[in-house]
């Protein structure tokens, strides 16, 4: 026995009636729930909007109900998408009913329309569907960043992420003039308006999101556009497509917007997001905020009412707090995408006990009549205190018992399941999904969603942290304050991404992607996971030199002056190394050396030492380096330069400071004592010393290790300190 609801708004719900089953003596497994009857309304109006049309018509308040539904309003109207029916044009019929088209995007309209049109809307020729535009919801709970993840680091090497273009695209950018005046956001940013004049009022959070992109890289030119739909969602990407853009970061998820599998057709977030991996750009976005307030598992109707489904054994319903003038939204989907018969209602109710309870919101979407997608949502407004409400799910007219996905904006849901709390548009293969862990401890944050996806993909892809300080949320207090939630870790990762792309501009969007997640330090448990992905994000060049290695930092600034390519190229999975334990020859040296001098190699016709013929490796190098006085090689008679033999620290004294042009310091006193004044080099080291270039090996007593080897990683300190940092 099942629920039976005529098909029609809540407004007339003012109660659910128990009923005994047929018969006295029926079992709780034979009664059903029954909610009054109410007029019919069209099968391809979304439940909520029927709510909306029918208070219209019963005192003209369509607009009051709006409002108190979450639906946006302007100007007297509702803003809606209106979906074909077999790719028909559907904006002359928004014309018809008085409304007025403010996007479309591969078919699907957006439009704003009186309250009164909406039945009349979804019944005429071409109409497939009429809805609310797909939520698009911000992911914030509510300087760090930077060191967290290295990219001072990367940054003192000059890399910023100059020349490369990267959109922030979210729901609102309030109080971008003061971000831009305090020196927050840069001044010659590009602004983008796709949500109907919403820009500067909506919210500041993506004004907050938009600072952290900008902090982690500076150079590189953003793009702030505004969206309030996944129809404006399309649009934003086109516009991406035509400015050159080359890395997105949203901080806002998509919900009940397609199966999360990346299969979903035309318009939707699936092919939106294809799309634009296709056309190079790199779309980074929070994986949601989810993971205590989402619930999977399938239909279980055999407790206390037939048709209501069982959360535990004898509990019918999953509770929710709503605090006092806060507005708690719910998202229901269940397995059978694109479009089902199987019709499944959900509603909130204001007590525990589904008989005596009554119904303060729901959504009962007509999918027995359609078919239709998948879904059900609404937005319920707490008008009164603080209070716990309750959420069922009823079996109106299914005979399958599909996988659901039950997603919540509250803090947490009483019965949930943390798995697959990946949200729609993070979850998708086309998209990088960021976690969020504390900047701080590195711990992953108990609200961050979690995989995997509902076709077994490994989802997040990686971590950024949050709870990081912003002009527009305030200063962070260790794990808590500041920016927090996801919304504050994805922009990170879109900040690193530039900083990578401007060093790597040939990488694809997955190439990007690889680079960044092989350079992801490993968080439990071990190898990519559905918690942390890759890990930890940070950037660097050489993947063998990690920003926790000694002595990184000289490595980078080396490798930017182009002194060093490494000893491997990048290759295709996005390893680049370095060998920084490798010994440095003296043919090396001659190379580094004479690239720090900014010289250009010596072609000469012949060669001056016996054993570096004009076809080895370095060839030019040492030739300009016997030429500049540095070498006069290892031997005489033949003259040879020994090229394959490593350089001690005693020989990188003195091959440096002849480089520089300085003459031995002739100390009275040595400074080290491990190198007295007899050593050849004596006067070398002391010069050494006294530039700073060297503070030793060892401190009691000072040593200095003349006839230590000297390795890549040691070599890249010494030629950062003698030739100084990079400049442009």
């Given at each position: 026995?099942?629920?039976?609801?005529?098909?029609?708004?809540?407004?007339?719900?003012?109660?659910?009636?128990?009923?005994?089953?047929?018969?006295?003596?029926?079992?709780?497994?034979?009664?059903?729930?029954?909610?009054?009857?109410?007029?019919?309304?069209?099968?391809?109006?979304?439940?909520?909007?029927?709510?909306?049309?029918?208070?219209?018509?019963?005192?003209?308040?369509?607009?009051?109900?709006?409002?108190?539904?979450?639906?946006?309003?302007?100007?007297?109207?509702?803003?809606?998408?209106?979906?074909?029916?077999?790719?028909?044009?559907?904006?002359?019929?928004?014309?018809?009913?008085?409304?007025?088209?403010?996007?479309?995007?591969?078919?699907?309209?957006?439009?704003?329309?009186?309250?009164?049109?909406?039945?009349?809307?979804?019944?005429?020729?071409?109409?497939?569907?009429?809805?609310?535009?797909?939520?698009?919801?911000?992911?914030?709970?509510?300087?760090?960043?930077?060191?967290?993840?290295?990219?001072?680091?990367?940054?003192?090497?000059?890399?910023?992420?100059?020349?490369?273009?990267?959109?922030?695209?979210?729901?609102?950018?309030?109080?971008?003039?003061?971000?831009?005046?305090?020196?927050?956001?840069?001044?010659?940013?590009?602004?983008?308006?796709?949500?109907?004049?919403?820009?500067?009022?909506?919210?500041?959070?993506?004004?907050?999101?938009?600072?952290?992109?900008?902090?982690?890289?500076?150079?590189?030119?953003?793009?702030?556009?505004?969206?309030?739909?996944?129809?404006?969602?399309?649009?934003?990407?086109?516009?991406?497509?035509?400015?050159?853009?080359?890395?997105?970061?949203?901080?806002?998820?998509?919900?009940?917007?397609?199966?999360?599998?990346?299969?979903?057709?035309?318009?939707?977030?699936?092919?939106?997001?294809?799309?634009?991996?296709?056309?190079?750009?790199?779309?980074?976005?929070?994986?949601?905020?989810?993971?205590?307030?989402?619930?999977?598992?399938?239909?279980?109707?055999?407790?206390?009412?037939?048709?209501?489904?069982?959360?535990?054994?004898?509990?019918?319903?999953?509770?929710?707090?709503?605090?006092?003038?806060?507005?708690?939204?719910?998202?229901?989907?269940?397995?059978?995408?694109?479009?089902?018969?199987?019709?499944?209602?959900?509603?909130?109710?204001?007590?525990?006990?589904?008989?005596?309870?009554?119904?303060?919101?729901?959504?009962?979407?007509?999918?027995?009549?359609?078919?239709?997608?998948?879904?059900?949502?609404?937005?319920?407004?707490?008008?009164?205190?603080?209070?716990?409400?309750?959420?069922?799910?009823?079996?109106?007219?299914?005979?399958?018992?599909?996988?659901?996905?039950?997603?919540?904006?509250?803090?947490?849901?009483?019965?949930?399941?943390?798995?697959g709390s990946i949200t729609e548009l993070a979850g998708l293969p086309t998209v990088m999904a960021v976690g969020a862990a504390c900047w701080q401890s590195g711990s992953l944050r108990g609200y961050s969603s979690l995989g995997p996806t509902i076709d077994g993909r490994v989802k997040p892809d990686i971590v950024g942290v949050d709870g990081v300080s912003?002009?527009?949320?305030?200063?962070?207090?260790?794990?808590?304050?500041?920016?927090?939630?996801?919304?504050?870790?994805?922009?990170?990762?879109?900040?690193?991404?530039?900083?990578?792309?401007?060093?790597?501009?040939?990488?694809?969007?997955?190439?990007?992607?690889?680079?960044?997640?092989?350079?992801?330090?490993?968080?439990?448990?071990?190898?990519?996971?559905?918690?942390?992905?890759?890990?930890?994000?940070?950037?660097?060049?050489?993947?063998?030199?990690?920003?926790?290695?000694?002595?990184?930092?000289?490595?980078?600034?080396?490798?930017?002056?182009?002194?060093?390519?490494?000893?491997?190229?990048?290759?295709?999975?996005?390893?680049?190394?370095?060998?920084?334990?490798?010994?440095?020859?003296?043919?090396?040296?001659?190379?580094?050396?004479?690239?720090?001098?900014?010289?250009?190699?010596?072609?000469?016709?012949?060669?001056?030492?016996?054993?570096?013929?004009?076809?080895?490796?370095?060839?030019?190098?040492?030739?300009?380096?016997?030429?500049?006085?540095?070498?006069?090689?290892?031997?005489?008679?033949?003259?040879?330069?020994?090229?394959?033999?490593?350089?001690?620290?005693?020989?990188?004294?003195?091959?440096?400071?002849?480089?520089?042009?300085?003459?031995?310091?002739?100390?009275?006193?040595?400074?080290?004592?491990?190198?007295?004044?007899?050593?050849?080099?004596?006067?070398?080291?002391?010069?050494?010393?006294?530039?700073?270039?060297?503070t030793g090996c060892a401190v009691s007593p000072l040593r200095y290790c003349p006839l230590d080897t000297v390795d890549r990683r040691a070599m890249a300190a010494f030629l950062i300190r003698a030739f100084g940092a990079p400049t442009t």
């Open positions: 026995m099942r629920i039976r609801v005529v098909a029609g708004g809540l407004a007339a719900l003012a109660c659910m009636l128990l009923a005994a089953g047929p018969g006295t003596g029926a079992s709780n497994a034979d009664r059903e729930l029954r909610p009054r009857a109410r007029e019919a309304a069209s099968p391809t109006l979304a439940s909520t909007l029927g709510d909306v049309a029918r208070a219209q018509s019963a005192g003209g308040h369509g607009l009051a109900k709006a409002r108190e539904l979450g639906l946006r309003v302007d100007g007297g109207r509702v803003r809606v998408v209106v979906e074909p029916r077999g790719g028909a044009p559907v904006a002359d019929a928004v014309r018809a009913s008085g409304g007025q088209v403010e996007a479309t995007y591969a078919g699907r309209v957006q439009a704003l329309v009186p309250p009164a049109a909406l039945e009349e809307l979804s019944r005429a020729s071409g109409v497939g569907y009429v809805r609310p535009p797909g939520r698009l919801v911000a992911q914030a709970v509510t300087g760090e960043e930077i060191a967290a993840s290295t990219a001072d680091r990367f940054q003192a090497a000059l890399w910023t992420g100059a020349g490369v273009k990267v959109a922030v695209i979210g729901l609102g950018f309030a109080g971008v003039a003061d971000r831009q005046a305090s020196g927050d956001l840069p001044a010659d940013l590009t602004t983008q308006d796709f949500c109907g004049g919403a820009f500067s009022t909506a919210t500041d959070h993506d004004t907050a999101v938009a600072e952290i992109v900008h902090e982690v890289a500076p150079g590189a030119q953003l793009y702030l556009i505004c969206v309030d739909s996944t129809v404006t969602l399309g649009q934003a990407v086109e516009y991406a497509k035509a400015n050159g853009i080359s890395i997105i970061n949203t901080s806002i998820t998509a919900v009940n917007e397609s199966r999360g599998d990346g299969n979903g057709g035309p318009g939707t977030i699936d092919a939106i997001a294809a799309d634009a991996r296709a056309n190079g750009i790199l779309w980074v976005a929070s994986a949601g905020n989810y993971q205590q307030a989402h619930w999977s598992g399938t239909f279980n109707g055999g407790g206390n009412f037939v048709d209501v489904h069982d959360f535990a054994p004898g509990d019918e319903t999953n509770n929710i707090v709503i605090s006092a003038g806060q507005t708690g939204c719910a998202y229901l989907k269940w397995d059978a995408w694109p479009t089902t018969v199987q019709d499944y209602n959900m509603y909130l109710l204001n007590g525990p006990d589904p008989a005596t309870a009554t119904i303060v919101a729901g959504s009962e979407n007509d999918q027995s009549s359609g078919p239709l997608p998948p879904t059900e949502e609404f937005c319920y407004t707490n008008s009164g205190a603080t209070a716990t409400f309750y959420l069922i799910i009823v079996n109106y007219s299914a005979s399958a018992a599909p996988r659901f996905d039950l997603f919540v904006d509250a803090d947490f849901l009483e019965h949930r399941v943390p798995s912003t002009a527009t949320y305030g200063a962070s207090s260790g794990c808590t304050g500041g920016f927090m939630g996801t919304s504050a870790s994805s922009p990170e990762v879109a900040g690193l991404a530039a900083l990578g792309k401007e060093q790597n501009p040939s990488l694809s969007p997955a190439g990007l992607q690889q680079w960044l997640g092989v350079r992801a330090f490993d968080i439990s448990p071990a190898g990519k996971d559905n918690s942390t992905g890759a890990g930890r994000a940070y950037v660097y060049t050489f993947t063998d030199t990690p920003p926790w290695s000694a002595l990184q930092s000289y490595v980078e600034q080396l490798f930017t002056k182009g002194t060093t390519t490494g000893c491997s190229a990048l290759n295709a999975n996005g390893t680049r190394l370095y060998c920084p334990n490798q010994p440095v020859t003296r043919r090396d040296m001659a190379v580094f050396i004479v690239r720090s001098l900014g010289l250009a190699p010596l072609d000469s016709p012949t060669p001056t030492f016996a054993d570096v013929p004009a076809s080895t490796f370095g060839y030019g190098e040492v030739e300009r380096f016997y030429a500049q006085g540095i070498t006069t090689g290892c031997t005489a008679v033949p003259l040879q330069y020994c090229p394959l033999a490593t350089v001690t620290r005693r020989d990188m004294a003195v091959f440096i400071v002849r480089a520089n042009g300085l003459a031995p310091l002739d100390s009275p006193t040595p400074t080290f004592a491990d190198v007295p004044a007899s050593m050849f080099g004596y006067g070398q080291v002391e010069r050494f010393y006294e530039q700073g270039i060297t």
